[in-house]
């Protein structure tokens, strides 16, 4: 049984490599920062969430006690990755789109992130000018 357990193990450890190799590749590789941005949130993500599984099975199958850190982590990365690629792809569109090269808004009319007031535009244009 403690064969299978280690079998499994491994499993987790080989495909966890894998797409931690793939992520990384994939950020190095790809041309645009927002295609390289869901290179390593996507596939490292699923890597790293392959190295807690297999400890969660080390903790179980060959210590023999259940350890619950694991969750915790993967809690912490399953919140915090979606997040900080949402502030990358944000920073993006604010260093090189302007309102013109987006896609059309919809309903909305504008996209929020160049949703400026008129007064700071002709306020901001002001200070240039002095």
Do not use: C
Not at 28 to 35: A, E, G, R, T
């Amino acid at each position: 049984m403690e064969t299978a357990f280690e079998a499994l193990i491994a499993f987790f450890l080989i495909v966890s490599g894998i797409f931690g190799f793939v992520g990384s590749y994939g950020l190095l590789k790809l041309k645009d920062s927002m295609s390289r941005l869901h290179a390593p949130t996507k596939a490292t993500t699923l890597g790293v969430g392959g190295v807690l599984l297999a400890s969660i099975f080390h903790s179980i199958a060959i210590e023999h006690h259940l350890s619950l850190h694991e969750l915790l982590i993967t809690l912490f990365l399953f919140l915090t990755a979606p997040v900080t690629a949402h502030f990358i792809a944000k920073a993006h569109i604010h260093m090189s789109e302007t309102p013109e090269s987006l896609p059309g808004a919809e309903q909305d009319g504008i996209w929020a992130t160049h949703d400026v007031p008129v007064d700071e535009e002709t306020e901001g244009d002001k200070d240039s000018n002095a």
